[in-house]
């Protein structure tokens, strides 16, 4: 089993459509990332969070360090929004190593 | 700052080949290190550095060497390419003294061993 694990793996909908996608994680962490790769292959750094909830524009990213659970939703989709997300969490032990999700695909439709 | 520096984009090698894939930043970052991304799979961890003359395995070290004689550059090598080393290859970089950072990725490098 991994030790992060998001849903779902691909999720298509339509432009103005509210998004979820889902992380649960099984390990200790000190924190967690929501990363974007676009289809050009470029990752960047959307949130990084160890506690409650974080806003930037039409993202909203929530964690639940009881239920190891974090959420992304983006409201009021656009088709600028398709890309992959990525969950990725900080080890605790290890030299505060990255352990990453497999990553959504998201697809917005016009 | 330019970020992250990673190079080439593009890279096809011959088994048994060797080469370096270059990565250096400009942020001062302590922590710097080297993923492979596959298809159906999550970024798994190569090397990492924690500092320079510092270096260690992560989770698929094997075929891949690293060393970090400066803090901005951590240069990743193939001795031997093998046809399981194609991939899409990434350094990142960090601060280091918290684990709350903001991870930088450099663009990336498209890997083919034929």
């Known amino acids: 089993k991994n030790e992060v694990e998001q849903s779902p793996q691909n999720l298509t909908a339509q432009e103005g459509e509210f998004i979820t996608i889902n992380c649960s994680y099984s390990?200790?962490?000190?924190?967690l990332h929501w990363l974007q790769q676009h289809p050009g292959g470029g990752i960047v750094s959307l949130f990084m969070l160890s506690s409650g909830k974080k806003k930037h524009g039409r993202l909203i990213a929530t964690i639940n360090i009881q239920e190891k659970h974090s959420s992304l939703h983006i409201t009021a989709s656009h088709p600028r929004d398709s890309a992959v997300y990525i969950c990725?969490?900080?080890?605790?032990?290890?030299?505060?190593?990255?352990?990453f999700g497999q990553g959504t695909r998201l697809t917005i439709n016009p | 700052n330019a970020g992250v520096t990673q190079t080439p984009k593009f890279q096809v090698l011959k088994t048994g080949q060797s080469m370096t894939l270059q990565c250096a930043q400009d942020?001062?970052?302590?922590?710097m290190s080297w993923y492979r991304q596959d298809p159906g799979m999550g970024l798994r961890l190569i090397h990492y550095s924690v500092g320079a003359g510092i270096t260690d395995q992560g989770e698929v070290p094997n075929g891949y060497n690293v060393s970090r004689s400066t803090t901005e550059d951590f240069p990743l090598r193939l001795l031997s390419a093998a046809p399981s080393q194609t991939s899409v290859y990434f350094c990142a970089s960090r601060g280091w003294g918290e684990a709350k950072n903001i991870q930088y990725f450099g663009a990336g490098t498209r890997l083919s061993v034929l």
């Open positions: 990725a969490v900080v080890l605790t032990q290890g030299a505060q190593k990255l352990v």
């Open positions: 942020m001062n970052h302590e922590y």
């Open positions: 390990v200790g962490i000190s924190a």
